[in-house]
């Protein structure tokens, strides 16, 4: 868990918290069909949500490049992949629907947890894509990623209040009570007391601290003390009213104010300090640090937050600093925190800053403007954009500014290289363009051939023959209904338009094909073999040779033993330019799904694809643009090979 030092305090908990968490629960979706964007740090338990939920329960995940998450990063991932599962901090969230909004398009569904949800965000995110399953989740890290979740509904924006965190998942159980460990009745406060799955079993090396916050209820129950108030619905949904000590949040991270303030008393300048949150004109909480000095001259604010920087993580850098004679005491000796000035929060050097114009300074003017806005401060040009207030998420705020403002793509990185609009500037000029959010492909456009069934095809007009075939061979016992098993693949190629899609030629080229109505289905048949004739039956089956213009790429034949009716062997043949391994798992599972709706006589229910193959082509085609543009991606990568492999 943070730690204020920078030295995080290590949680250890046992592998079945994970599993607890992650398995059995309805509060997401991880199973099959379900891809999740994994961008959380190692060091977090929303990794193990991201990596673990989805690869535990068969589902997929899809990995973010290295280093912080990218806004921009996480709109392509979601678009390029079809994801549909994701969590966002609550700062991280609020930055994206305010800057990035087009990076939500495409998710089913989102959780949000780390810090209190605001509730005009969520209604922006929801008003932009209704079908959103969107919840709050709440839980320390002491408890494995979430101890409740709760689904937002129109009901809840509608109270004006703050968002409930909801009820505790399967196998946790939680516990309201007051300062002698006594259940607190509905609808009044007390402290949150987790107990059951999940929990951790000691913070590593503090025998002291597990002792405090690790206790024993009456009952002999072990219980954690979360330290966050809370109120319970006569409906069971609970409500966070605040904290019980003095930790605060600030953009996700547990903070305690006591660690800051010990170490900024190390400073040589420094005699007392105190530390407390305090709204940022920028719209986000951050910190004050209120000094008083040791001895003259005293350390300015530069000096003491170039101090903080050089030890602390970014987030534990106060953002304003106020030096003072003395702190304010209560009558009875203890910091009085309601009599402490008002933060002035660092500003720029404004001024014109004018340089000796031309495109450059056009430039390093609208970022100035930018910066400012970001900040609510004027700034001038050579002013630091992080010794000014600026973070992480006030970073990837500016990023996306930029993007709408003058059209450029900008990662966070180049922020933190660059960070006055003096150095940014020339940067900015040579940033590529920004590139629009894909838009869907429609079957009245041109259908993409991808470049891996470019070379299926290619290999298949070469007399490949049945070498590309993938078989799939399930042995079933029982009843089973041909009619309904034949409706059922046909349900399935409806959903996975590869599946009934021919390749065609013109000029040379290979071109797609999708076919529709009755003449989609794929061709099945129903056999009756002798036990001694199936496995030769099976291979000459494997075998067909697939007119890829003329038929679909899949077939499936099912063998019913005469001697044994309720025995039968399903073969299911795909052409592998229609598939590969990967997608035999997905394609049984709707195939179940499909047969077992058909027998029940209802709908087979597959929901459309997020990403269907033709888009995913389409998509990846665009990106690398055309080999005979010596600035696309394709002229690069094919230079690259040319070049390296040039004499062999």
């Not at 909480?285 to 170039?306: K, S």
């Not at 040779?545 to 034949?557: I, K, M, N, S």
């Amino acid at each position: 868990t943070s730690g204020s030092t920078g030295r995080p305090k290590g949680v250890a908990a046992p592998h079945e918290a994970v599993t607890a968490t992650l398995t059995g629960q309805d509060f997401a979706s991880f199973g099959p069909g379900a891809i999740w964007l994994q961008c959380a740090p190692l060091s977090w338990d929303a990794f193990a949500l991201e990596l673990w939920g989805p690869l535990t329960n068969g589902g997929t995940c899809v990995l973010h490049p290295p280093g912080r998450p990218e806004p921009l990063t996480m709109a392509r991932l979601i678009a390029e992949h079809g994801i549909t599962s994701m969590y966002l901090s609550a700062s991280l969230f609020n930055v994206v629907v305010d800057e990035y909004p087009d990076a939500l398009d495409g998710l089913s569904e989102l959780l949000v947890g780390g810090e209190a949800l605001s509730p005009p965000h969520v209604a922006r995110a929801l008003a932009r894509r209704p079908g959103l399953r969107l919840s709050n989740g709440y839980g320390p890290v002491e408890c494995m990623v979430f101890l409740t979740t709760h689904p937002v509904t129109p009901a809840d924006l509608r109270t004006g209040g703050p968002l409930p965190i909801g009820r505790p998942l399967a196998g946790k159980r939680l516990h309201v009570l007051d300062e002698r460990l006594r259940p607190v009745p509905d609808g009044g406060t007390g402290e949150l007391y987790a107990a059951g799955a999940g929990l951790a079993r000691e913070y590593a090396g503090q025998a002291a601290l597990t002792a405090e916050r690790f206790v024993a209820a009456p009952s002999g129950e072990r219980l954690y003390r979360t330290g966050d108030l809370v109120r319970r619905r006569t409906d069971g949904v609970l409500e966070h009213l605040g904290r019980a000590d003095s930790q605060i949040k600030i953009r996700g991270f547990r903070v305690e104010p006591g660690e800051i303030e010990t170490f900024l008393a190390g400073h040589p300048g420094v005699d007392r300090a105190a530390v407390v949150a305090h709204p940022h004109p920028a719209g986000d909480r951050q910190l004050t640090a209120y000094v008083v000095p040791r001895g003259t001259p005293a350390p300015t604010a530069r000096e003491l937050r170039d101090h903080a920087r050089g030890a602390l993580p970014d987030h534990l850098v106060p953002a304003a600093f106020v030096i003072l004679d003395a702190l304010p005491l209560t009558p009875s000796g203890k910091l009085d925190r309601a009599a402490l000035p008002a933060p002035a929060f660092a500003a720029g050097t404004g001024g014109t800053g004018e340089r000796a114009g031309g495109a450059a300074d056009a430039t390093v003017g609208a970022l100035r403007t930018l910066f400012s806005e970001i900040l609510s401060t004027p700034l001038g040009p050579d002013d630091d954009f992080f010794r000014l207030g600026g973070n992480s998420l006030l970073a990837a705020r500016l990023a996306g500014r930029v993007r709408s403002a003058l059209g450029v793509e900008l990662d966070i990185r180049t922020l933190f290289e660059a960070p006055t609009p003096v150095r940014l500037a020339p940067l900015v000029d040579r940033a590529p363009a920004a590139v629009p959010p894909p838009e869907p492909a429609t079957e009245a456009g041109p259908l993409p051939v991808s470049d891996a069934q470019q070379r299926l095809w290619f290999l298949d007009r070469t007399g490949a023959g049945a070498a590309y075939n993938l078989p799939m061979l399930v042995r079933l016992r029982g009843a089973v209904d041909p009619d309904a098993l034949a409706g059922a693949l046909a349900d399935v190629a409806g959903r996975h338009e590869v599946l009934r899609t021919l390749f065609g030629e013109r000029d040379g080229v290979p071109v797609r094909r999708v076919l529709h109505g009755t003449r989609a289905a794929p061709p099945f048949a129903h056999e009756h073999v002798a036990t001694e004739e199936l496995e030769s039956a099976l291979r000459e089956t494997a075998r067909h040779r697939f007119d890829l213009g003329g038929e679909p790429p899949v077939r499936a034949v099912l063998f019913t033993l005469r001697e044994r009716p309720d025995e039968h062997a399903l073969l299911v043949l795909v052409h592998h330019i229609a598939g590969d391994g990967w997608s035999l798992r997905p394609l049984f599972r709707d195939l179940s799904l499909a047969y077992a709706a058909r027998v029940q006589g209802r709908p087979a229910g597959l929901a459309p694809l997020a990403v269907p193959y033709a888009e995913h082509a389409r998509r990846r085609l665009d990106r690398l643009g055309s080999p005979a543009d010596p600035g696309s991606l394709a002229a690069v990568q094919l230079a690259y090979w040319t070049r390296h492999l040039a004499g062999l």
